[in-house]
């Protein structure tokens, strides 16, 4: 019998996770390419994008509209606000929690951001044969929405009925000298010593 080969890979090549990675770097060089060196990251444009969807959002829904864990979000949108691209205000609704919208300047770089954005897209999708480039957008998709169906916060759940308290009925004591009943762990420990 033939033994099996080892993958020279150590079994990468067949990782989803791996080519995942793998396929979201080379997205991420072709749009670092195409925006070159003062243009928007893909993540910027991802916020932008995001934040321009609705009048004034909160940093909870960027985080679920673009996928981005909360504390690199916080990060990120700090260091836009300091850029000039994101303006930070109360939020309307919630005395406690701000909201982010795009600033004008913001605007501006987002209407420019979605040029390198769109190149970057048509590149990625240039290395696969037309006709299997919608079915990969489409399974993309399916598989971001199952993340967000993960990552969404869970319904709070419904009180449940108040039980009725299960009580026992008291043991009645056993008169003095009478046998006590085993259990049957302790007949069975006896039956061991034997």
Request: hydrophobic fraction near 40%; charged fraction near 30%.
């Amino acid at each position: 019998m033939a033994k099996k080969q080892k993958s020279p890979d150590g079994g990468l090549s067949q990782s989803v996770t791996h080519l995942l990675h793998r396929v979201l770097q080379l997205a991420l060089d072709y749009h670092a390419e195409a925006s070159g060196p003062v243009g928007l990251t893909q993540r910027q444009y991802t916020v932008l994008a995001a934040a321009g969807a609705a009048d004034g959002v909160s940093q909870s829904d960027l985080v679920r509209a673009t996928g981005i864990d909360r504390s690199t979000l916080a990060d990120l949108v700090a260091r836009m606000i300091s850029k000039g691209l994101l303006e930070r205000e109360r939020s309307a609704t919630d005395a406690r929690a701000n909201t982010v919208r795009v600033s004008e300047a913001g605007k501006l770089a987002l209407a420019e951001g979605g040029k390198p954005a769109a190149r970057s897209d048509e590149r990625l999708l240039d290395l696969l044969p037309p006709k299997k480039r919608e079915s990969f957008v489409k399974t993309l998709t399916t598989l971001a929405a199952a993340a967000d169906a993960t990552a969404a916060p869970a319904k709070p759940a419904t009180a449940p009925k108040a039980e009725k308290a299960k009580t026992k009925p008291a043991k009645a004591a056993s008169p003095k000298g009478a046998p006590k009943k085993k259990g049957k762990k302790a007949k069975k420990q006896a039956k061991a010593a034997a």
